[in-house]
């Protein structure tokens, strides 16, 4: 089954088409290894598996295995709906194709990319038995802006051309890593970093936006200090330095506010992911509106993620609990869990919480908003909602509202 939980910036490539035209033995040479299950008899892959691995002159991605698309009877057809629905978690999308035939499952399949904007190319499998013939290459070439590589699983023939081909039409953004503080510290600033031990934490180790954030500390060249909560009167008592930045846990926004001088920027490791992954102007126009919530509005809290639900969890439970004692109201709220579609038709709600989206891609969370977006539902985070229902808002993203940091773009 398609793991929800995979975290990457990196790249990820769905590979698509009919049974038994070689996708999986295209991704394992394109890994170099037998990282994909091939057998000849049709339908050896039943669910979209994703793997991460390195492709050879591309770099590392995660690559998406789907059944075919063609998949017949009640369980084909439950196993073609979950192939449709990887479309919008994807950055590019190769298309298999064999024995020169390209019909309607194809056709389709194009225009799901095209409607979902998703850049692709199509590789016609097995030319050692059948090389693609004119007429199916002049049609493609005639009918769709797509390059088209004659390939042979079995000998590797013309790998180099689509790993040259992937690297055309990637997102010249996949291969950035884009900063989460480097736009607001520079060389040896100090950023304190407030980092809260709960019930939530896992054992052993912090969760992955303190990780990624610690890293982009040390990659911006700053002095960074890591504290629990409780521990700040310690850190004003032993060290007394004003540091340039201070990130804090959401959940603990007001504690570290009282500790932190007003005049010293404070914000949050949700917020920063929200700027980094989300409609972060969407966010920004949405959050105000929680005071405007009614009696028997429905707010849908998006995780993006699959986990274990703990006594006090931030989305089922204190979000909820912040909401509702702010605005005062008996709301409603419902959950959607890992990347599955709410329960309801987006128009029923009156408000998204987004979680910042570590685990996912930029793609994912974009493409997961916009049916609200597009409705003119408006949209927030997990830190900015818990920021506005303190009252501690305008502090919390004065660090981005003061140059109007963020984006909307959808793709």
């Not at 038994?20 to 979209?48: E, F, R, Y």
């Not at 969760?207 to 002095?223: G, K």
């Not at 919530?293 to 707010?299: H, S």
């Amino acid at each position: 089954m398609y793991n929800k939980t995979l975290k990457s910036s990196r790249p990820h490539i769905g590979i698509f088409g009919r049974r038994n035209v070689g996708k999986s033995s295209l991704i394992n040479v394109l890994s170099g290894q037998d990282v994909a299950i091939v057998s000849s008899h049709a339908g050896t892959t039943t669910d979209p598996v994703s793997k991460m691995i390195e492709i050879h002159g591309f770099g590392p991605v995660v690559i998406i295995d789907t059944a075919g698309i063609d998949d017949s009877g009640e369980l084909g057809k439950l196993r073609i709906d979950r192939t449709l629905r990887i479309v919008d978690r994807i950055d590019i999308a190769v298309l298999v194709l064999a024995d020169n035939i390209f019909v309607d499952y194809e056709k389709n399949l194009i225009e799901q990319f095209t409607g979902s904007h998703i850049p692709y190319l199509v590789i016609h499998n097995k030319m050692d038995i059948a090389p693609i013939g004119p007429e199916l290459l002049e049609f493609l070439k005639s009918n769709y802006p797509v390059e088209v590589i004659d390939f042979s699983a079995v000998n590797g023939s013309h790998v180099n051309r689509i790993i040259d081909a992937l690297r055309r039409i990637t997102p010249p953004s996949m291969f950035k890593n884009p900063t989460i503080l480097g736009d607001f510290v520079s060389y040896g600033n100090l950023v304190l970093l407030v980092t809260p031990i709960d019930l939530e934490a896992p054992e052993g180790r912090i969760i992955l936006p303190q990780v990624q954030t610690i890293r982009d500390c040390l990659d911006n060249d700053c002095i960074t200090i890591i504290v629990k909560e409780r521990e700040l009167d310690a850190y004003w008592a032993k060290i007394g330095v004003n540091p340039e930045l201070v990130v804090t846990d959401s959940q603990v926004f007001l504690k570290v506010a009282s500790s932190i001088p007003s005049h010293i920027p404070m914000t949050s490791f949700s917020i920063l992911f929200a700027r980094l992954k989300g409609a972060f102007n969407e966010y920004l126009n949405g959050t105000p509106r929680i005071r405007y919530l009614k009696d028997g509005d429905r707010v849908l809290i998006m995780e993006s993620c699959s986990h274990h639900v703990a006594a006090d969890d931030i989305g089922r439970i204190k979000i909820p609990r912040w909401l509702t004692n702010f605005t005062g109201k008996n709301l409603e709220f419902e959950f959607a869990a890992g990347l599955d579609n709410p329960l309801r038709p987006i128009s029923d709600y009156s408000l998204i919480v987004q979680c910042g989206g570590c685990m996912v891609t930029k793609k994912q969370i974009m493409q997961r908003l916009k049916p609200a977006i597009d409705a003119g539902i408006p949209v927030t985070n997990y830190g900015m909602t818990i920021a506005f229902c303190l009252g501690i808002y305008e502090r919390a993203i004065s660090l981005f509202t003061k140059d109007s940091v963020g984006t909307n773009d959808y793709i």
